[in-house]
Every structure is written in C-alpha cells, then in structure tokens.
C-alpha cells in the first residue's frame, strides 16, 4: 500500500492542468460511484489528478491508482479496497479501468461492502456504463469530459478567465458577449490554431502534435475498440481504412453498399464499425429527429477539426470544418440533429442553425440563425461561429 500512496503523492505534486475544466463544477462529487468517461487523449488521467489535488492535497485519504498496474494481475480490486478503507482511506480514484477484467462486477461488490468509501473511476467512450452494464447501471454516475472547448483552450492562451454561456444566452445577447470579450482580446486571431491542434490537451506537450494525434487515434483502434469491443487484430485494417474514407469525405452521407465493397465486408459489419468508430469520437452520426441506430445515419461528420487535420494533411474543407466545429461544440450540451428545411442543424427541436463562411448577401430567414465564420461580431439572428465555443 506504501508504495501506492508513494506513486500517489508524486503524481498530485508533479500534475499539470493550467485550465480549469468546467466539469470539475458540474459533477455532484457526493455519490459515492461515478463514472468519468472520455475518448483517447482529452484528459481524464489529469483531471482525477487535479481532482485530487484540489480536495485532498497530501492527504492519504485520497488514493489514485491504475489498474495496468501489474499488481492487480495478482491481487483483486475488492481486496485492494478492503485494504484502503482499513488504512483509512475514503475517496479511490481509479484509471484504466477497462483494462481490468470485471472491472464492473468488482465496482459492484466494492460499493455493497464498503458504503463509507467514494470511487471516482475513469472509462473509454467506447464503454457502456449505463446501457450495456447491469452490475452498475443503477448506482453509477456518469460524466463526459471532452477535449477543450475553444473557450478552454483561449483561457489557456492567454490567461484570461471567460466563462461559459448557456445557448440562450448566445443567440440573444451575443452582441454583448462578443463586445466584451474583444475588450480583452480578438478570438478570431486564435480560431484557426483551435480548429488544426486545440481540442487535445496534449498540444501543449513538446512534440509533434500532428503525428501524436494520429498514434492517439490508432491507440484509439488498437486498444479502445478491438479490446473493449473483442475483435479480432486481423480486422483492425479494415477499420482504419473505413475511418480514412469517412473522414475524407466527411460531412457526408454514408453510402453503406459502396463501403462494404470498398472494405470487402458485409453492410451489417460496416454499420456495427460506424457505431464503434461514433462511441470513440472519432466521428459523429447525424441524423433526423426520430432516427437514432441501428439505422443509417443521414450524415458523417469527423469527430473534432483536429481529427481532420490530422488524417487530411492539411487540407481541410473550410466549410466542412465549420459544420464540424459546430456540430462538436454543441453536442457537448445539446441535442443534435439534422433539420428538415435545408438547413444545417436542429438543436433541441427548437433552434434551427445554419453554418456560413461569410454574411450572406440573399435573404436571411428569421427563424434561422446563422452561425458565420471570419466576424469579430454579428447581429440580429447572426452570430460568430467562435463563440459556439464558450457553450462549456
């Protein structure tokens, strides 16, 4: 156990997190199971970490650990707790889950033998905590933490300190909003740096961003999908090759036929790849209200402008990224999909939004908002596509 609180107090020390991210507020730190997941590279070891440190300091009332350690080949994750509690230990951070077998079945008997002890435990996208896992379905609070909203990333930036905005609060007030934050400084002078390497917090590390993004994503493949989801390393190519069409063409409508020709497997297996490929982020489904999966999506969108930059080499759609920016700032918070009127987005069934590279010149309908890139500040039912990004 010593050399646990050992490892422990060198990670808090030693962690980093220069921006706050919002849900560390949003969370109800008091149940005593929750569940935080995230796709591959936005943070979650970090922000357990920084949890940690921010509440408990030094104290070894608070234990993080990770159960790649080889230590759990061995010993069980109940004993382990059982150990901790009676050292007197009341919050368990843990990471990696996944790589622990019955993990789920094991967070079960922890919470039912020892209901003075908290466990805060991190988790891929790609695992179903609530609709797939009935040993914890009913007692686990779930969280999502996603990369950097742009908001994040300026703050980290430039020191600043923006808060969020509740959408309501964009699409009435934003003049106001936008004047306020051009008093400090211009965001559209960071917009374009956002969209190539923001949304992962791992920019900030001295490497080459492109190249570790693009072995995050295949970690993404290798680990988060073949593993979680038991398939065969064998059919590993045929999943990187149907992302690389997707996201080449992406936003696009997906013709399924087509692809299970191109990949060389049946459209029921093409299908069951896209829903994996959706639950890693690595892209985003978009349909009609009233369509959900297992039908076919009306659109494909790469998950984050990042992912496009990566796998395009740069040469990126500017219309497609803005869609996509759009799409991946509000789903954060909202509901998605795809309207009816030859418009973009549906949001909540109660805006319909429109995504632009410049103020149109025709006609702007009123029941439309139209979210324009490259302005500083809009008007009316016009409003800039960057402050989509101070939603979380």
């Not at 929750?34 to 970090?46: A, E, F, L, P």
């Not at 408990?56 to 061995?74: A, H, M, P, R, V």
């Not at 079945?105 to 002890?117: A, G, M, V």
């Not at 936003?251 to 297996?269: F, Y």
Request: net charge neutral; aromatic share 14%.
């Amino acid at each position: 156990m010593q050399a646990f609180y050992k490892t422990h107090q060198y990670l808090v020390a030693h962690v980093h997190s220069p921006v706050k991210r919002l849900l560390m507020d949003e969370i109800d730190w008091t149940h005593r199971l929750i569940g935080i997941k995230g796709s591959r590279g936005v943070g979650k070891t970090t922000f357990l970490l920084q949890y940690a440190k921010n509440h408990f300091g030094n104290s070894k009332q608070c234990l993080f650990i990770s159960l790649n350690d080889f230590y759990f080949t061995k010993h069980s994750l109940v004993e382990f707790a059982e150990n901790f509690t009676d050292d007197g230990g009341h919050t368990l951070l843990i990471d990696q889950t996944f790589k622990y077998e019955n993990w789920s079945k094991e967070l079960r008997e922890c919470y039912d033998r020892f209901p003075s002890l908290h466990i805060i435990f991190s988790g891929s996208t790609v695992m179903r905590l609530i609709e797939e896992n009935n040993d914890i379905q009913n007692i686990v609070s779930a969280y999502n933490l996603r990369g950097f909203s742009f908001r994040e990333f300026l703050n980290l930036q430039t020191g600043s300190t923006f808060p969020a905005y509740k959408l309501q609060d964009i699409t009435q007030n934003h003049v106001q909003i936008a004047e306020e934050i051009g008093k400090e400084l211009q965001a559209l002078d960071y917009f374009n740096d956002y969209l190539h390497h923001g949304y992962y917090p791992f920019y900030l590390e001295e490497h080459n961003f492109s190249d570790t993004l693009l072995k995050t994503m295949n970690m993404m493949l290798e680990v988060d999908i073949l593993l979680i989801k038991q398939i065969e390393p064998k059919y590993l190519s045929k999943i990187r090759k149907l992302l690389y069409l997707l996201t080449i063409s992406a936003p696009c409508a997906p013709n399924v036929s087509l692809l299970s020709k191109e990949i060389e497997t049946s459209r029921a297996t093409i299908m069951n790849y896209i829903k994996y490929l959706a639950d890693a982020r690595l892209i985003n489904l978009l349909y009609v209200n009233g369509d959900e999966y297992p039908k076919k999506p009306n659109q494909i969108y790469a998950g984050n402008t990042n992912l496009m930059h990566a796998v395009n080499l740069g040469i990126v759609d500017r219309i497609a990224e803005q869609k996509t920016f759009f799409y991946n700032a509000l789903q954060a918070k909202h509901k998605v999909k795809m309207c009816h009127y030859k418009q973009d987005f549906s949001i909540d069934e109660q805006y319909t939004f429109r995504c632009e590279s410049k103020p149109s010149s025709g006609k702007l309908y009123s029941k439309v908002t139209y979210a324009v890139n490259d302005i500083t500040i809009g008007s009316k039912n016009v409003i800039p596509l960057w402050l989509f990004g101070f939603l979380y």
